[in-house]
């Protein structure tokens, strides 16, 4: 699952770029998963799938696809109405042997005023991908063991063209 989300930036028909309402005919309706208790129902929305939150805009183009590993289970939909689970606790070592197997091309981009995460970035043209880590202990030389806290792909492409 999470070389799939390497080399297209999303998982099966969640990616960015895919239509809601396309992928809704084939996984059933999302829940509606905005952030914020008293939300305006304006766009764009925040939706979900099992752990996979979307950002749609207004004409229904998912713009966001973002995974959240840090919960104690990541449950992910199929298109064959099967449920996968990723290992909440999968490291940036493992991330890597995934990019390797993927075939991916990444960069790692480090904060250094927050010694506590680190971002692996995958380029795909139109969509970027974030692999974020948390790093347990921040003294630590080895960064390997530092855990996947969200993996998160963005279009740079869309521009919305609905006066919906």
């Known amino acids: 699952m999470l070389a799939d989300f390497a080399r297209t930036g999303g998982v099966g028909v969640l990616k960015p770029g895919a239509l809601l309402d396309d992928v809704s005919g084939i996984l059933g309706p999302p829940v509606a998963a905005d952030c914020f208790p008293n939300a305006r129902k ?18 229904r183009v998912i713009e966001v696809v973002a995974l959240s590993t840090w919960t104690e289970s990541v449950e992910i939909p199929a298109a064959d109405g099967a449920v996968s689970a990723v290992v909440p606790t999968i490291t940036f070592a493992d991330v890597k042997e995934v990019f390797a197997s993927a075939g991916a091309r990444w ?9 506590s995460q ?31 806290h969200t993996a998160i792909s963005r279009s740079f492409g869309h521009v919305c063209g609905s006066g919906a």
């Open 42 to 59: 304006s766009w764009p929305r925040t939706f979900r799938y099992g752990e996979l939150r979307l950002e749609v805009c207004r004409c």
């Open 107 to 115: 960069e790692l981009n480090e904060f250094p005023a927050v010694r």
């Open 118 to 148: 680190f971002a692996a970035l995958v380029e795909l043209d139109p969509v970027g991908v974030r692999f974020t880590f948390h790093v347990p202990d921040t003294g630590a030389t080895d960064q390997g063991g530092a855990t996947l």
